[in-house]
C-alpha cells in the first residue's frame, strides 16, 4: 500500500475536495461534548472486541467500524495509519489543531487516557477502509487531472507526491485519502485555504489549499470520494 518518499521540498502535498460547509457547530459541539466525558478512564473492550471507548465516545460521529454516516461532516476513520491518528489526537488534546470542527474533537479527546488514545488509533486502522463511489464522472475526472498532475502555473505539485498513486498516504505526516467524505474534504482544504486549520507538517496544506479555487476543491473531492 506504500508509496514512493513523499516529494518535500519547499512544499508537497494531498490535495481534495468535497462538498457542502457544515453549519450548526454551536449545537452540535454541546451535543458531542455531553457524550464524549463518561469516557471510562480504562482500555476496556466489550464481548464483540469494540474497545469501549470507541462505543462511548467514537462511534456516534465515525461509526463503530469507522465509516462515518453519509453527508456528514465527520471523516472516515476505518483503515487510517495509526501513526497519523495519533498525531492528530495528540495535535487535538493540546489545542494545537485549530479550525472550526475542533472544538468537538477537543472535548471528545480531553478525558482519555494514553491507554485509549492507543486503543482508538489501534482499533480504527484495523479497520476495513471504506469503499469508493462516483458521484459525478465529470468531477472526478477533473479531480484525477489535479491529483496526478497538480497546477504548475501556480508551483502546486500533484497530491500523489505525499499521498501516493492509490491514495494511500505516508505516514505519520500523510493520511490515506481514499474514500474519504466529500464534505469532510472540502470543509478542511477550505479551512487550509483560509488559514483556520494549522498544526499540518511544514505547512504544505496550508500552501497548497492557497492554490486552490472552489471548484478545483470540489473536483479533488469527487475523485477521492470515488477510490
Known amino acids: 500500500m506504500l508509496q514512493k518518499k513523499p516529494f518535500l521540498p519547499a512544499i508537497s502535498v494531498l490535495t481534495i475536495a468535497m462538498a457542502v460547509t457544515s453549519v450548526a457547530y454551536g449545537s452540535t459541539i454541546a451535543k458531542t461534548a455531553s457524550v464524549a466525558s463518561p469516557a ?10 469494540v474497545p469501549t471507548v470507541v462505543q462511548s465516545s467514537c462511534m456516534a460521529c465515525h461509526g463503530l467500524q469507522g465509516i462515518s454516516p453519509d453527508g456528514g461532516m465527520f471523516p472516515n476513520l476505518a483503515g487510517q495509519w495509526k501513526t497519523y491518528m495519533l498525531r492528530e489526537l495528540d495535535h487535538f488534546k493540546a489545542h494545537t489543531r485549530a479550525d472550526p470542527q475542533s472544538p468537538i474533537m477537543w472535548a471528545m479527546v480531553a478525558p ?4 485509549q488514545t492507543q486503543q482508538v488509533a489501534e482499533y480504527f486502522s484495523s479497520q476495513k477502509p471504506a469503499s469508493g463511489h462516483v458521484y459525478d464522472p465529470k468531477l472526478v475526472a477533473e479531480g484525477k487531472k489535479l491529483y496526478f498532475g497538480g497546477l504548475p502555473k501556480m508551483q502546486m505539485p500533484a497530491c500523489m507526491a505525499c ?9 505519520p505526516f500523510f493520511p ?11 470543509n478542511q482544504l477550505t479551512y487550509f485555504k483560509s488559514g483556520q486549520r494549522v498544526a499540518t507538517h511544514k505547512g504544505i496544506m496550508q500552501y497548497i489549499a492557497t492554490r486552490l ?7 479533488l473531492a469527487a475523485y477521492i470520494r470515488s477510490r
Open 40 to 49: 471510562a478512564a480504562t482500555s476496556s473492550v466489550t464481548s464483540g472486541g
Open 112 to 115: 482519555l487516557t494514553a491507554a
Open 213 to 219: 479555487d472552489q471548484k478545483q476543491i470540489v473536483a
Open 176 to 186: 490515506m485519502l481514499a474514500g474519504q467524505k466529500r464534505t469532510y474534504v472540502i
Open 163 to 171: 499521498h501516493g498513486t492509490t491514495l494511500a498516504g505516508l505516514p
